[in-house]
C-alpha cells in the first residue's frame, strides 16, 4: 500500500470548478486504477470517478461530463477535475488505489454553496 494525500478542497460557488490532487508516497504505476471517492454527511461512500491507464471513467451519474479524473504516474499524482458544481457535490472527498485495496486517503472537503 501507499500513502496517499488529497489536498485542493474548499469552498465554491454552485457553477464553479475545482481540481483536487492526490499525493502518494510511492509509485502509483502498479495499480490498476486510481480513483475518487465522495461521502455526504449522512450517505454512504461511493465512486464518483476512476482512471486505469489513462482512461477517466465516471462512475456516479451525475459527475458523467463535469468530473474527470486523471493521473500521472511520472509524478505519482492523481487529479480530479470538477466543473459545473453543484450544492449536491458537497463532500469528503477521498483518492483510493485500486478501489481501495492500495490504501486511502484522509480526504478533502469540498463544500459547494448555492
Known amino acids: 500500500q501507499v500513502q496517499l494525500v488529497e489536498s485542493g478542497g474548499g469552498l465554491v460557488q454552485a457553477g464553479g470548478s475545482l481540481r483536487l490532487s492526490c499525493a502518494a508516497s510511492g509509485s502509483i504505476s502498479q495499480f490498476n486504477s486510481m480513483g475518487w471517492y465522495r461521502q455526504a454527511p449522512g450517505k454512504q461512500r461511493e465512486l464518483v470517478a476512476a482512471?486505469?491507464?489513462?482512461?477517466?471513467?465516471a462512475m456516479e451519474g451525475s459527475a458523467k461530463g463535469r468530473f474527470t479524473a486523471s493521473r500521472d504516474n511520472a509524478k505519482n499524482m492523481v487529479y480530479l477535475q470538477m466543473n459545473s458544481l453543484k450544492p449536491e457535490d458537497t463532500a469528503v472527498y477521498y483518492c483510493a488505489a485500486d478501489w481501495g485495496a492500495g490504501g486511502w486517503g484522509k480526504g478533502t472537503l469540498v463544500t459547494v454553496s448555492s
Open positions: 482512471v486505469t491507464d489513462g482512461a477517466s471513467v
